[in-house]
């Protein structure tokens, strides 16, 4: 067997391991399916009444593209906290203990993220639905915006295997976490920008989860709010490039980091 099918083959029981994980602790994927009907409801029926949607619409059609933008966006806070606690507790140690490729370990832990994200997003646009959400650009578009939303969900799990390499351990790990929620919230996911000071709406525009909302807002045909910001102007364009350049940049670096950590 040449070196190229072992390291496939080590990836392959990297993915499977994480899947066994997920197997063994039902709870994480309780949580993670009822994460997406918590949000539904608290956001759709909540804070909706209080927000209007500029030029008019629903603000369920305006809000379900904010709330799969901010699920992508949580799988930084996920891979961070697993990644760490791995870290943490020698599990990375017994894996370099072993004749595996290096990279087999991030990578088996990227893929098989991609896979238990689809129930939850299976089940936040099921909600979607049922609270009057409606993808209105056919089929094609449909699958396009679900396809940038793993594609950004892929980039950014990168980001997060990479921070949580670069913690020391859980602890510190569980109270860098918080510090992510904040990027969710300053964007156009829940309300329009243009009502922001405008050093903030600055941030909101060119914040990557604004750019990524604005694309599935496009794509499903959902009212959106207007803007002269290019990432927002040209929104499916900027969330190609924005999880182009996190994957450039945060893969390499988290095959480092494991590599570098485990020495």
Request: with cysteine; glycine share 8%; proline share 7%.
């Amino acid at each position: 067997m040449n070196t190229l099918t072992w390291a496939v083959s080590d990836g392959l029981t990297m993915f499977s391991r994480h899947l066994t994980q997920l197997k063994r602790r039902p709870g994480e994927l309780v949580g993670a399916l009822f994460f997406p009907v918590v949000m539904v409801v608290m956001f759709g029926y909540v804070f909706g009444s209080a927000i209007q949607v500029p030029g008019g619409g629903n603000y369920r059609e305006y809000l379900m593209p904010g709330l799969f933008g901010m699920m992508t966006f949580s799988v930084v806070m996920a891979q961070v906290m697993s990644t760490a606690t791995d870290a943490g507790r020698g599990v990375m140690d017994r894996f370099r203990s072993l004749p595996i490729a290096r990279w087999t370990m991030p990578f088996g832990q990227s893929a098989a993220d991609l896979l238990t994200g689809l129930p939850g997003l299976a089940l936040m646009a099921a909600c979607g639905l049922v609270v009057g959400w409606r993808p209105h650009e056919g089929a094609v578009r449909t699958l396009a915006a679900f396809a940038l939303i793993l594609l950004m969900r892929m980039a950014l799990g990168w980001f997060g295997i990479w921070v949580g390499l670069a913690v020391k351990d859980e602890k510190t790990a569980d109270s860098f976490v918080p510090l992510l929620f904040p990027v969710t919230m300053i964007s156009n996911s829940f309300v329009p920008t243009e009502g922001m000071p405008a050093w903030l709406r600055v941030i909101s525009e060119w914040n990557p989860v604004s750019a990524l909302v604005s694309a599935l807002r496009t794509l499903f045909g959902n009212p959106t709010a207007p803007s002269e910001a290019w990432p927002l102007r040209h929104p499916v364009t900027a969330t190609l490039l924005w999880s182009l350049l996190l994957t450039a940049v945060f893969m390499p670096l988290a095959v480092r980091a494991y590599t570098r950590k485990n020495r």
